[in-house]
């Protein structure tokens, strides 16, 4: 007998908004735009992904589009039983499709997620992520607009792009204003390199959880930090292996990081771009790297526990977790 994963409540924490788009949602924007399909689960390293990523943006040319996308990203995840989404949302990159304000078009992203949450039951908060390429300048100005949401949809702020050569230290300013809002710091490490920079993440920035952060597996101590403090690692397997980031799934560190006993939860990340949304990521975290059903129970509850939803939400996913792994 096997439990339907589909039914296991949980929470997806490592999902960037536009990448969650349907396939053939981003073929009609390529069409639309006459434009071509930009490339997909083929990529020759980060650089080449983040260069499709700016195709897959530029494709997005009215605010129609950007609701197009809320709404089907909250049917699949309502599809593979996540209960909770904390999408990762850069409203500076939608500016343009709002007369330049990032802060008009975090509220039409917001008042899109309220719709998407009363329609599906799917409860829906955002992570605002500066990158690590833009300016530190750029980064407390999205940190000042993430700590005016925080009683408004916003739960988090986060850092991503290129970890080579942007180190997070010089963010440090961004990350005490997300801090002291009350917001989840929620930046991305380890994904590109390696231990040290998820001992930024958890020293210099304090971080609540790390987005990847398998990289830590390499230093044993800091791996034993991490477990300690409880810090949370939003993994995201499909991802790190058409990046590279690892050989293949069979050697995904997942199991090895439970096993030390660092909390993990399962995503997807950029599912347009990497194939899997989360509940194959689950699947293939079942099947491929071997994961328990207790495991898989123990990654959902820290979806869970260590997001930003609030805590009636928390409560009833939580038992119903229980209840699938009773069932
Ligand atoms: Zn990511």
């Given at each position: 007998m096997t439990r339907d994963l589909a039914l296991l409540p949980k929470g997806h924490l490592h999902l960037h908004f536009e990448a969650s788009m349907r396939p053939a949602t981003l073929r009609d924007l390529a069409a639309e735009a006459g434009e071509p399909v930009p490339s997909w689960a083929d990529f020759a390293d980060f650089t080449d992904f983040e260069a499709a990523y700016g195709d897959v943006l530029r494709l997005i040319r009215r605010p129609e589009q950007l609701e197009r996308v809320m709404t089907e990203m909250a049917d699949d995840a309502q599809a593979d039983g996540v209960v909770y989404v904390e999408v990762t949302l850069a409203p500076v990159?939608?500016?343009?499709?709002f007369d330049g304000s990032a802060a008009a078009a975090l509220a039409f992203l917001l008042a899109a997620a309220q719709r998407e949450e009363e329609r599906t039951g799917v409860v829906i908060r955002a992570m605002i992520a500066s990158a690590r390429t833009m300016s530190v300048e750029q980064a407390v100005e999205d940190a000042r607009l993430a700590a005016e949401h925080a009683d408004r949809g916003v739960v988090a702020f986060g850092l991503h792009a290129d970890e080579r050569g942007f180190p997070a230290a010089p963010f440090v300013d961004a990350f005490r204003i997300a801090r002291e809002a009350g917001l989840l710091i929620t930046p991305h490490a380890g994904e590109l390199v390696g231990p040290e920079s998820v001992r930024e993440a958890v020293e210099v920035l304090r971080a609540d959880r790390i987005l990847h952060g398998i990289r830590?597996?390499?230093?044993?101590?800091?791996?034993?930090?991490?477990?300690?403090?409880?810090?949370?690692?939003d993994v995201c397997p499909s991802s790190n292996v058409v990046l590279h980031v690892v050989p293949d799934l069979e050697r995904h560190p997942l199991p090895a990081l439970l096993a030390a006993g660092v909390t993990c939860s399962i995503n997807a990340d950029d599912p347009v771009q990497f194939g899997?949304?989360?509940?194959?990521e689950y699947e293939?975290?079942?099947?491929?790297?071997?994961?328990?059903?207790e495991q898989l129970a123990g990654c959902a509850r820290a979806s869970i526990t260590a997001s930003g939803a609030p805590e009636a939400v928390k409560a009833r996913a939580l038992a119903g977790i229980e209840a699938w792994l009773a069932s």
């Open positions: 990159l939608h500016a343009a499709l830590v597996i390499e230093d044993p101590e800091l791996t034993a930090q991490v477990a300690r403090l409880g810090v949370c690692l899997p949304n989360v509940g194959e293939l975290a079942r099947t491929r790297l071997g994961l328990t059903d």
